[in-house]
């Protein structure tokens, strides 16, 4: 009866065991449940300030929205119109500079290159071999 009772009190003590283990996780699957239940109606609390601080507020988000939109378009405005002036002025220039470079010269105007390539021979009198 020694083996009995030995497998008799191994049962028993497991089997209280397992009852204190569902006891406790039955407690703390309350607790949770608790927990839990607070933060949500905590959040519910938290969400419905953010929305009635949105709905205030969102006129005024979107009013400053719209000024900076046209702050936005005016700038663009006056950067394109100041681009687009610089573009046409160097697009003259650069005209001007091929036109000069590439037209021909008129017969009448001073021809500067002509001083930087012409060079001066000098002459010398060829020696009287026969001289005295």
């Excluded at 065991?17 to 309350?30: P, Q």
């Excluded at 405005?77 to 590439?102: G, M, P």
């Excluded at 010269?105 to 002459?123: H, P, Q």
Aim: glycine fraction near 4%; aromatic fraction near 6%.
């Amino acid at each position: 009866m020694g083996i009995g009772n030995f497998f008799k009190n191994l049962f028993g003590t497991a089997k209280e065991t397992t009852k204190e283990t569902v006891n406790k996780a039955e407690e703390f699957l309350d607790t949770t449940k608790g927990n839990l239940s607070e933060a949500v109606a905590k959040a519910e609390t938290t969400l419905e300030k953010v929305k009635e601080t949105a709905k205030e507020k969102a006129p005024e988000v979107i009013e400053k929205a719209e000024q900076v939109a046209e702050n936005v378009k005016e700038t663009l405005s006056e950067l394109t119109e100041k681009a687009s002036a610089t573009v046409e002025n160097t697009i003259d220039t650069i005209r001007d500079n091929v036109h000069n470079y590439t037209a021909p010269k008129n017969k009448f105007e001073e021809d500067d290159s002509a001083d930087e390539t012409t060079e001066f021979k000098t002459y010398q009198k060829p020696s009287d071999e026969n001289a005295d």
